[in-house]
């Protein structure tokens, strides 16, 4: 796996313990980036720190109250799989903050809380999925169409628009993790996605959410005459 300018190939290549960033709804996926806007001094902190180290940060959903795996790993505030994500850009605001993107590395599951005199962030220790440091899944067996066409009835269901031209440009790999890190729905959808075996379930996950969520809204506006 390329993030930036450092390649992550084997097991040595990641650290046994990160810092961890919760962020209920926010999903990371292996080799898509996300941009985000920190502002709390703890976080700020936990940024300074991995700019002067390896420049990796873990990014976790806090633990889900309806997940049957809440409360049973080893951190019980926090969900069992996250995804291990590398500082590639940064920008200072002038008002305290930073504006920084994570490249994706890998997955990784949740270990053991570190307890670190002085620092103001959690540390965990973490295993990681190295299957997503071997070469990458491009999506040979991803239903592009079917997830297009899902793609679509949400728009017109939701009367937005998009730029069909880059979107028949993207990858199907690009377009499934993009789609699923925009899609608009819960922490527990986001978890389903990250945790995903690969991109055709991932893309098969996104389809069947989105499914449930245009049938949800068909109950509660009545049915659509056409």
Request: hydrophobic content about 40%.
């Amino acid at each position: 796996m390329q993030v930036g300018n450092k390649s992550y190939r084997v097991e040595t290549d990641i650290p046994e313990q990160v810092p961890v960033f919760p962020l209920s709804g926010a999903l990371l996926l292996p080799g898509a980036q996300l941009p985000l806007n920190i502002f709390e001094p703890r976080y700020l902190a936990m940024f300074d720190d991995a700019m002067s180290s390896n420049r990796l940060i873990g990014v976790i959903q806090p633990a889900l109250t309806d997940s049957k795996a809440a409360g049973k790993g080893p951190v019980e505030d926090l969900c069992q799989v996250g995804c291990l994500g590398r500082i590639t850009s940064f920008a200072e605001t002038g008002d305290g903050r930073y504006v920084i993107t994570l490249g994706g590395v890998c997955r990784f599951r949740i270990g053991a809380e570190l307890e670190q005199a002085g620092k103001p962030y959690r540390i965990c220790q973490i295993s990681a999925f190295l299957g997503d440091l071997e070469a990458r899944d491009r999506g040979a067996e991803v239903d592009r169409k079917a997830l297009l066409d899902s793609f679509k009835a949400y728009l017109e269901a939701n009367d937005l628009e998009a730029d069909w031209s880059s979107v028949e440009r993207a990858s199907t790999e690009s377009l499934v993790n993009s789609l699923s890190m925009m899609s608009p729905y819960g922490p527990a959808e986001k978890q389903a996605l990250l945790e995903a075996d690969n991109l055709k379930v991932r893309a098969e996950t996104l389809i069947a959410i989105t499914e449930i969520a245009l049938a949800r809204d068909s109950d509660e506006h009545g049915p659509v005459l056409q």
